[in-house]
């Protein structure tokens, strides 16, 4: 499974940024997730979702209420909608794929298999 994110870039507080996460590759992920991890600090999730089914989603406290997260089945894409960003939403951002789905365990990296390569997101005040 590869993982291709994209979206990133420079954004004003209380604008908006939608990042993308194409997924190819034969395998099927059972659990998309986003992390980011902020400068000179470590990785934290922000919002994972089922990918099949009724695609339950999950958001970190920082996301809720300003980040959904989405899917598009066909597509092999996940995405992450940011509103109301804020500068200390400022991070490289990173998807995830998880082959085995946690109910439990989707705030965890070592749940995820495959990872993208990040897209930077910067949010001036």
């Known amino acids: 499974v590869q993982l291709q994110a994209s979206g990133g870039g420079l954004v004003q507080a209380g604008g908006s940024l939608r990042l993308s996460c194409a997924a190819s590759g034969a395998r099927s992920s059972a659990t998309m997730g986003w992390f980011r991890q902020p400068p000179g600090k470590e990785r934290e999730f922000v919002s994972a979702?089922?990918?099949?089914?009724?695609?339950?989603?999950y958001y970190a406290d920082s996301a809720k209420g300003r980040f959904t997260i989405s899917r598009d089945n066909a597509k092999n894409t996940v995405y992450l909608q940011m509103n109301s960003l804020k500068p200390e939403d400022t991070a490289i951002y990173f998807c995830a794929a998880a082959m085995v789905y946690s109910a439990t365990g989707y705030t965890r990296e070592n749940t995820y298999d495959y990872w993208g390569q990040g897209t930077l997101v910067t949010v001036s005040s």
């Open positions: 979702i089922r990918w099949w089914g009724t695609g339950l989603t």
